[in-house]
């Protein structure tokens, strides 16, 4: 069985977001933000129309790989029920997760988004549709 995990930045201390992605081996960090341009703290924001950002740059010193997945980000972060997500998943789970799984495949890989309680973020979508394909979940 393939192993998922997940992990948010929120309030953790760079040194400390690393720490954890290294202890569990994480060789890939699977950015799931709509929008990665904008952190709370700098340091966790990516910009896709120049294809760097200082997140990218903070895992390859420890020899992290990071890709973002705009095709899981949660089109709407003012939905505390996350129904509009939910509305795309029920719709379109295979497509969007096909890249995903491919990757998970291939690397030992790390859900990422802000929220650090997995069950407060769109992450817990995500993996309900992993789980049922067979994959285990460990929420960092």
Not at 19 to 29: D, R
Not at 82 to 90: D, G, N, P, S, T
Not at 102 to 122: G, K, N, P, T, Y
């Amino acid at each position: 069985m393939t192993t998922l995990y997940t992990i948010g930045y929120g309030g953790r201390h760079p040194q400390d977001f690393v720490t954890l992605l290294t202890q569990a081996n994480i060789g890939l960090v699977c950015d799931v933000r709509a929008e990665p341009r904008r952190a709370y703290r700098g340091i966790y924001t990516f910009n896709p129309e120049k294809g760097s950002g200082p997140l990218p740059r903070l895992l390859a010193q420890v020899g992290i790989a990071y890709d973002w997945f705009p095709e899981l980000g949660n089109p709407d972060r003012q939905d505390p029920e996350i129904r509009a997500f939910q509305q795309l998943m029920i719709q379109e789970a295979e497509s969007r997760l096909q890249r995903l799984r491919a990757c998970v495949q291939v690397m030992r890989a790390c859900l990422l988004c802000a929220e650090q309680d997995a069950q407060r973020c769109h992450r817990r979508i995500i993996t309900a549709y992993l789980t049922a394909y067979g994959y285990s979940v460990q929420h960092l």
